[in-house]
């Protein structure tokens, strides 16, 4: 299943320092909360995310009502990603 959604790029700070990050929106968190899939630690879905012509595996994970899908430095220099600017992502759930 591939879900598509546009997100801005956040940052937030914690303990060790600066993570970068994306929403996931309302309408596409509710899909992932309804799918019957093995939930990792953290109440975390598995994942493949791509950004622009960049892909990891990675999870999503539960954030209140929606989802958050952390995005390391090297994605976000390797895009060009600018923060606060929206962006597709796109997640594959198997």
């Not at 899908?69 to 962006?87: N, Q, R, T």
Request: with cysteine; net charge negative; glycine share 8%.
């Amino acid at each position: 299943m591939e879900l598509a959604f546009i997100s801005t790029l956040e940052t937030a700070e914690h303990g060790r320092g600066t993570y970068h990050l994306f929403t996931v929106p309302e309408h596409v968190s509710s899909v992932l909360s309804d799918l019957p899939v093995l939930k990792g630690g953290f109440q975390s879905i598995k994942c493949r995310a791509t950004v622009g012509e960049s892909s990891w595996n990675t999870s999503v994970f539960p954030s209140g009502e929606q989802y958050i899908l952390l995005i390391a430095k090297k994605w976000v220099a390797a895009e060009s990603l600018i923060i606060g600017e929206p962006i597709e992502v796109t997640l594959t759930i198997e």
